[in-house]
């Protein structure tokens, strides 16, 4: 299965370093909760459309993460895995992300399909974003704006063998 692991940059060079990242993990997938809601909302979502829903959740996740890491670079991460379907469970409580699920196992960097990054034209918005993410997570209008200005940013792709020459530029 294919999940979205919302990371940092120190989390994607932890990864490149030990070549592994101990689980379990929250990740985000095409779940039947996010097929549910997007039958309801948007007719039929092709796969696609529904793995492009799950790689944004976890962008909005890896501002949680960039705020708790004061140090790291202001770019989301996400970390796009393929793990088997036997080690993910569905997260079905109603107070977690739609896609949300736990990977029981340990992510491998042969496991990463790839990963996408913001670039360096983002760093503003997401700094602004960071700051109150947490705000917008409790409903607030004016820092929902602001993460909004940051989540209008493309992530930028990246294939495996090119997360070593990325973060040497970070």
């Known amino acids: 299965m294919r999940v979205y692991l919302p990371a940092t940059t120190a989390v994607l060079q932890r990864l490149v370093d030990d070549g592994t990242l101990a689980g379990p993990h929250t990740a ?3 779940t039947p909760a996010l097929r549910e809601f997007f039958a309801v909302s948007d007719a039929e979502a092709d796969t696609e459309e529904l793995e492009y829903a799950a790689l944004l959740t976890s962008a ?7 705020d708790l890491d004061p140090f790291a670079p202001r ?3 996400v ?3 393929d793990v088997p379907d036997d080690t993910v469970d569905p997260m079905d409580d109603p107070n977690t992300e739609r896609g949300a699920v736990r990977v029981t196992t340990d992510l491998r960097i042969e496991d990463v399909a790839s990963v996408h990054v913001d670039g360096a ?16 997570d409790l409903g607030s209008e004016d820092a929902q704006f602001v993460v909004d200005q940051a989540e209008g940013h493309e992530l930028a792709w990246y294939a495996t063998q090119e997360i070593g020459s990325l973060l040497e530029l970070l």
Request: proline letters at 0%.
């Open 28 to 30: 985000f997938a095409v």
């Open 60 to 66: 909005r996740a890896s501002l949680r993460l960039l």
């Open 75 to 77: 770019r989301r991460v």
């Open 79 to 81: 970390v796009a895995a």
């Open 121 to 136: 034209d983002a760093e503003d918005d997401v700094r602004a974003a960071v700051n109150v993410v947490l705000e917008a």
